[in-house]
């Protein structure tokens, strides 16, 4: 079956670094993206990465390793703004599996 | 360019009911995907269509189906409502045509509440 890992919530200092891991098992995999959820607010897609290694856009950067099936998103600098839910997916053919989200909190 | 239009915003129903939800997707956008979105359970893939077909599932009742216009327009419909399908009902829009999907753009979702 599928399933993807990502910690329920995690707590960081305003203009901190946070790092929110991913670990997933899936059948047909093509790539692992990232998106940002805030209260009452559609998702917004953030990252794509189909390839190992980190891809930087920004203060947001995303990595993946496709043998260990395992990616993460850091976030640099943080900001109150970025108080929010982060949902890794996996794209597998013709759909897109999200896991459960990490509400990232921020303190000042 | 206009975004992902869901409507209605919200929808309060009872039990047993039927009710059916609109998606327009972004212009020149043929895939449509569904998802239900419950507290701590994140989104849930219903379905996805790309040019009027159903090409993929998720694990839903055969109460939860779906349709995709030739305008690329698609709509859900969930039947005899159970108290367990309040949600919030997120629908996305792709680009991509034959290829795997990398990006998806959500609509506002249509958040519904059943007595």
């Known amino acids: 079956g599928q399933s993807l890992e990502q910690p329920s919530e995690v707590t960081a200092v305003e203009g901190a670094i946070v790092q929110i891991n991913c670990t997933y098992q899936?059948?047909?995999?093509?790539?692992l993206s990232w998106y940002q959820q805030h209260d009452g607010g559609a998702p917004t897609f953030l990252s794509y990465n189909a390839l190992d290694g980190l891809e930087e856009t920004g203060r947001f950067s995303s990595f993946l390793s496709r043998s260990d099936s395992y990616g993460y998103l850091l976030l640099q600098e943080l900001q109150m703004k970025d108080s929010a839910s982060y949902f890794c997916?996996?794209?597998?053919?013709?759909?897109?599996?999200f896991g459960k989200g990490t509400r990232l909190h921020i303190l000042p | 360019k206009a975004g992902v239009t869901q409507t209605p915003r919200y929808l309060i129903k009872t039990r047993g009911q039927q009710v059916t939800l609109s998606c327009s997707p972004i212009s020149g956008h043929r895939s449509v995907s569904w998802y239900q979105q419950t507290p701590g359970q994140g989104l849930q893939f219903l379905f996805e269509y790309f040019s009027e077909t159903q090409r993929n599932k998720g694990n839903f009742p055969g109460r939860f189906s779906g349709r995709q216009f030739s305008n690329s327009r698609s709509e859900m419909n969930v039947s005899t409502l159970e108290l367990g399908d309040s949600a919030l009902y997120l629908c996305?829009?792709?680009?991509?045509?034959?290829?795997?999907?990398?990006?998806?753009?959500f609509g506002s979702g249509t958040q519904l509440s059943v007595l």
């Open positions: 899936t059948s047909g995999f093509y790539g």
């Open positions: 997916a996996v794209s597998e053919d013709d759909k897109i599996i």
């Open positions: 996305a829009s792709s680009s991509s045509g034959n290829l795997p999907n990398e990006k998806l753009f």
